[in-house]
């Protein structure tokens, strides 16, 4: 089975960057046909999705976020990475990493809060 774990700091200074880790266990950042995503959930709102990354390190990203966002894979870490800049009260959010065909397995989330 196939299990997701975030990783990363829980209090970020506005204007800074936010870095969270999604370690994957149980399978692997490489395989041929599962993308990786990042969806966060905004306090009182709904899901967000902010990005992907797909088998083949191609990239996809929420247009609103494209300027600010980055989303990598790390194989030897069996890691797939978020880096959020220039970071606001808004970006204020429990982070998810997902991963799967079809958002099939899903971490925990990690709650970011962005404040000085």
């Known amino acids: 089975q196939v299990q997701l774990q975030e990783s990363g700091p829980g209090l970020v200074k506005p204007s800074q960057t936010l870095s969270l880790a999604c370690t994957v266990s149980g399978g692997s950042v490489a395989a041929t046909n599962y993308a990786w995503e990042w969806i966060r959930q905004p306090p009182g709102k709904e899901l967000e999705w902010l990005g992907a990354?797909?088998?083949?390190?191609?990239?996809f990203y929420k247009p609103s976020l494209k300027s600010r966002i980055t989303i990598a894979k790390d194989t030897s870490k069996n890691q797939f990475t978020l880096q959020l800049s220039s970071v606001i009260p808004g970006d204020t959010a429990v982070y998810y990493c997902?991963?799967?065909?079809?958002?099939?397995?899903w971490g925990k989330g990690t709650q970011v809060t962005v404040s000085s």
């Open positions: 997902v991963g799967g065909v079809a958002y099939d397995y």
């Open positions: 990354i797909n088998a083949r390190g191609i990239t």
